[in-house]
Structure formats: C-alpha cells, structure tokens
C-alpha cells in the first residue's frame, strides 16, 4: 500500500490527507449542485460548510490525542504537527462538524432538518472519499482470510458509496414531500455507525491498537439512537407498509381458499349421477 504519497525534503504529504481534502471539494461540489435548488443563499451555505469542516478537524484531532493521552500528553506540539504524529478520530469529525453545523444554524435561525438535507448527501461523498484514502494508505488492514485480508476499507467505501446513491435517491423524494425533513442525517448517523461497528471486527488487531473502545461504544449509542429516529420519520410509511402486507397476504389466502371450495364443489357435483324414475301413469 502507498501511506505516503510524497515527500518534498523533510514534509511528507500522507495519502489519506490527500484523500480528505478530495473528499473535501468534492463535497462542495454536490453542496453547490443541491443548493442551487434550493432557498438557501450559497455564499452563508458555504460559509456554514467550511466552519463546519475545520471543527471536524479540529475536533477529530484533539479527541484522537486525548484518547491516546500515554503518547500526546500535554504536548502541543504533538497535536499541531500531524505529519509526525498522524491520526483522527472518525467520531470527533462527526461531533464537530454536525455540531458546528447545528449551532451555526441556530444562530442564522436556519432550520436545521431542513438545511441538513442538502448536506447529506456531500457527507456521504466525504466519507467515501476518506475511506478509499484509507485503502490505498493501508491504514485499516483486516483480519487474515485464507488467502488474502479482508480489504476493511474498501467494504466501507462500498457501503458508503451505496449510501451516497441512495441519500441522492431520499433528497429529491424529500423535495417532493415524499419524505419527512431531517430523515436524511438519521439515515446517515445510522448507516455510517453501523459500518464503523460492523467492520470493527474485521481489522487487524494491529489496527485495533490505534482505536478506542470508547468510539466503538460511542458510534454503538449513535446507531441505535439513530436507528429509532429513522423508525419515528418513516413510522406511517412503515405503518401502512405493514398493513398493504397484511391485507395482501389475507386476500391472497382468501383467494386460495375460495379456488379450493369451488373445485371441490365442482368435482362432487360431477361425480354423483341422475337418478330416472318411472312413469306409473301409463
């Protein structure tokens, strides 16, 4: 794998850094193309997009050295100087960021779940983007499988892709009121936690040394937060869902039934035979 992608004399420039700043503008883009649509101005949504993204930093940086305190200290150095010690917390990016972008919102009395639906979608992008960074980097090695190990990064960014697609597919159902506001940041808390908990399993347990378990119970607590928020947002849809199953499976059994009494029917009124009487008359 290629963890360092240059190096210009004593600066090296990290495939994953690179990564994350791809998925950056490629972001912004999909923030661009969706808010033309919308009635949010560019320049406060963008405005929003880049604090948001520089507290995901900063925040993802400062609770990876506070969880690997033995090595960081109180060192502030070590937490300026990420080319010598590299390392970023998925779930402080995503404190900090949505955090931020909650807070600014409020400040701009912007509605949240609305704005929110318009980002989604560019968060997906991020994500996939920093996981393919961390594929090529070799930063998450997976578990030995007869002949190869488990490519841990790659599944997560398939995965992520999948979500990418499908929260594009949920944001224009959300425009055409289709979808409650605010189901789409739900849909993404659950969907990106269940990946960093589901394929938590698979790595190395040399990649394990750098996480925490306090992230791992940490994205536990967010999907399944997020996971009864999505059932509250789709709760009708479900609901009547449910209820078409049902009544298409009781017709259907109906359905079954009325076929059989009438071929029993038909076939004992083929098999008895009419019964001709005399006439005494004559």
């Known amino acids: 794998m290629l963890p360092i992608f240059a190096q210009l004399g004593s600066l090296y420039l990290y495939t994953y850094g690179i990564f994350l700043m791809l998925g950056f503008f490629w972001a912004c883009f999909f923030i661009w193309k969706h808010i033309r649509i919308s009635k949010f101005e560019e320049e406060m949504t963008f405005d929003i997009a880049f604090m948001s993204f520089g507290a995901a930093l900063l925040v993802g940086r400062l609770l990876y050295g506070l969880l690997h305190f033995n090595e960081f200290g109180l060192n502030i150095l070590k937490y300026i100087l990420v080319n010598g010690y590299p390392g970023i917390s998925p779930i402080g990016m995503v404190i900090g960021g949505i955090g931020t972008m909650y807070i600014v919102c409020q400040q701009k009395k912007l509605k949240f779940d609305e704005f929110s639906d318009y980002i989604v979608p560019s968060l997906f992008i991020f ?45 224009y159902n959300v425009r055409k009121e289709k979808i409650e506001k605010g189901a789409l940041l739900s849909f993404f808390f659950g969907l990106y936690s269940l990946t960093y ?28 937060t997020s996971c009864f928020y999505f059932v509250y947002y789709f709760r009708v849809l479900m609901i009547s869902s449910i209820r078409n199953f049902i009544n298409l499976k009781t017709n259907y059994v109906k359905q079954i039934v009325k076929n059989i009494s009438r071929k029993t029917k038909k076939h004992s009124g083929g098999g008895t035979e009419k019964v001709i009487t005399p006439d005494r008359s004559s």
Do not use: C, N, Q
């Open 197 to 224: 908990v589901v394929f938590h399993y698979l790595k190395d347990k040399r990649a394990l040394l750098t996480e925490s378990p306090f992230e791992l119970w940490l994205f536990s607590i967010l999907l399944l």
């Open 127 to 171: 994500t996939l983007s920093t996981e393919l960074g961390a594929f090529i980097a070799g930063v998450e090695p997976g578990i030995l499988w007869k002949w190869f190990r488990h490519p841990v990064a790659l599944y997560k960014a398939l995965v992520l892709g999948v979500g990418a697609l499908i929260s594009i597919r949920m944001f």
